[in-house]
Nanobody, 117 residues
Framework: QVQLVESGGGLVQPGGSLRLSCAAS????????MSWYRQAPGQERELVAA????????NYADSVKGRFTISRDNAKNTVYLQMNSLKPEDTAVYYC??????????WGRGTQVTVSS
């Protein structure tokens, strides 16, 4: 079955960096686009960044452009989110998600990112 496991979250000071990873299994990873979402307390889940199956195209939310970078390693079945210049408003649970696989999108369980001094 499809599994997505996020890691790399934690507590970081404003201006710091974190690198999130999402390890995928149960499907042909290299055939599907992947994305990162986040959800802060009391807010709706929002798209942060997305990447195509081969990694040739990416897109970002305006709020993270120039600070976050999404990438993938298809040999390792892993998608990454490098987050630099973190701000308190980046505090959220971060989730990775697959593109539709036979009509279904799959989510990981999320990893907490807290930006605070």
């Amino acid at each position: 079955q499809v599994q997505l496991v996020e890691s790399g979250g934690g507590l970081v000071q404003p201006g710091g960096s974190l690198r999130l990873s999402c390890a995928a299994s149960g499907f042909t990873f290299s055939s599907y686009g992947m994305s990162w979402y986040r959800q802060a307390p009391g807010q709706e889940r929002e798209l942060v960044a997305a990447i195509t199956s081969a990694g040739g195209s990416t897109n970002y939310a305006d709020s993270v452009k120039g600070r976050f970078t999404i990438s993938r390693d298809n040999a390792k079945n892993t998608v990454y989110l490098q987050m630099n210049s973190l701000k308190p408003e980046d505090t959220a649970v971060y989730y990775c998600k697959t593109a539709r696989i036979w009509g279904t999108q799959y989510w990981g369980r999320g990893t907490q990112v807290t930006v605070s001094s």
